[in-house]
């Protein structure tokens, strides 16, 4: 089966509709995914930015959250903005990547939901440990093992892959042949090229 | 019948698939389209960019191009990339919202062929009045009215209600009742939207 990679990262706007719709449209389409958290912020500083670029240019800002609004009401998604925004996805990125595919899956959702659906900080560290106990996981031993010098070399290691592969933003959806597809308005486009419908 | 308004800059990348396929995309939802071509220059240079952030951002240039190949070659639109990119639209902006409504469509897909279809400078009197010749146009006259004073201050005002409404970038669909879509992977939507699909 065509495996598709989906990049997304926590702090990420867009990449909450993407993480609650890409499953459902990947299996339709036969294609496996590979979920891979990585971090925008090295991405961002290399471009010199030290902030969201939907905080450093307001307009860009409201028309976002005004435009994820419609997004989350045509999904039936709810949204509520956390503060600060951006949130730090730093301990809710190596969590997850400290998880195994289908843990690594859910735990994202249950993060994005929390994150944008009840605008709760996940920042937090009591935050992400409610979170994996919700997941029927043991908070301390997963946090333990996502804050292994391993795991976070593992981390940095994605987004140094990230910045190979020429991703600029979150989500992307990266196909087996090295194609890139930006957005959440373009994972029906990219897991359609992953199944070989051009 | 609706209206949604169509806002576009020449030296805009993804306004030109936007360009070639909003007419249709319109007429089957019943929706009227006000063509509205505006400068992008001043926004930019108010988020202090002097530049196309395609080019002040090379891995965002990168994307693009090849998500542009991506769309064209779906649409079976030709693809040439214009030397110096971005061209400067002014004269071929002016010239648009010189032209009357139906004048002005087909005028400004012509100017999107030529420069994006044929890689060829827009930037150049010569290519504007080729292509007015082309539409049937007296190219004289048209370009006097273009660059007649009142011209000139209409195309300023259409930047300032570009701003006005919170347009960041082009193409833009702009409902009746405010909603801006933004982007060509957006028309669907925003002519959805505009006929009361929501």
């Known amino acids: 089966m065509p495996i598709a990679e989906f990049w997304y990262e926590f702090a990420s706007t867009y990449s ?40 450093i240019y307001p307009a860009k800002g409201r028309y976002m959250w005004r435009d994820l609004e419609r997004i989350c009401d045509t999904l039936g998604l709810p949204l ?15 969590a997850a990547l400290a998880l195994d595919d289908d843990r690594r899956a ?21 935050t992400i440990a409610g979170l994996l106990a919700q997941a029927g996981l043991d ?16 981390l940095r290691a994605e987004g140094a892959r990230a910045v190979e592969l020429g991703i600029i933003g979150a ?6 042949d090295g194609e890139i597809f930006w957005g959440n308005d373009r994972l029906e486009q990219g897991l359609d090229w992953a199944a070989g419908r051009r």
């Open 16 to 55: 909450y509709p993407a993480a609650m719709r890409v499953a459902a449209l990947a299996e339709a389409r036969g294609v496996v995914l590979a979920w891979r958290p990585f971090l925008l912020g090295p991405i961002f500083a290399a471009q010199g930015w030290r902030d969201s670029p939907f905080n």
């Open 80 to 94: 509520k903005r956390p503060e600060p925004f951006p949130q730090n996805g730093l301990l809710a990125a190596r």
């Open 106 to 126: 859910d735990f994202s959702r249950k993060v994005f939901s929390a994150e944008f659906g009840e605008g709760l900080p996940i920042a937090d560290r009591a």
């Open 139 to 154: 908070p301390r031993e997963v946090l333990g093992r996502a804050e292994s010098d391993a795991n976070k070399a593992l």
């Open 171 to 176: 989500p992307c959806l990266v196909t087996e």
